[in-house]
C-alpha cells in the first residue's frame, strides 16, 4: 500500500488549495478513505472522509462548508479542496486508508500565513 500526497505550500488566510492523494498498492475502488490533519505541537485530528463510491462525505466540524472530499475511482485519487483558509489550518495534511486508518502517507504541509 502506498499513499502519497501533494498540494501543500504556503497560502494567504481566505485562500484555496488543492491536495491530492494517490494511492496505490491495493484496490483503491474498495476502501473508503479518510484524510486527518496534524497542526504543529497538536495532536491528530480527524478532518474528512468519504466512502467507496463518494457517495458519502463526512466533515469536521471546524472545516465543514469549507472543504470538500472527492475521490476518482479510475485514477486511484482522492482530493481535499480547502476554501477560505484560516491560520488555523496550518497543519501537515495526510490521507489515509479506509475509516480505520490503516495505511497512511507521509503527509504535506499547509501553511497559511499573511
Known amino acids: 500500500v502506498q499513499l502519497v500526497e501533494s498540494g501543500g505550500v504556503l497560502v494567504q488566510p481566505g485562500g484555496s488549495l488543492r491536495l491530492s492523494c494517490a494511492a496505490s498498492g491495493f484496490t483503491f475502488s474498495r476502501y473508503d478513505m479518510t484524510w486527518v490533519r496534524q497542526a504543529p505541537g497538536k495532536g491528530l485530528e480527524w478532518v474528512s472522509d468519504i466512502n467507496t463510491s463518494g457517495g458519502s462525505r463526512s466533515y469536521a466540524g471546524s472545516v465543514l462548508g469549507r472543504f470538500t472530499v472527492s475521490r476518482d475511482n479510475a485514477k486511484n485519487m482522492v482530493y481535499l479542496q480547502m476554501n477560505n483558509l484560516k491560520l488555523e489550518d496550518t497543519a501537515v495534511y495526510y490521507c489515509?486508508?479506509?475509516?480505520?486508518?490503516?495505511?497512511w502517507g507521509k503527509g504535506t504541509l499547509v501553511t497559511v500565513s499573511s
Open positions: 489515509a486508508q479506509g475509516y480505520g486508518m490503516d495505511y
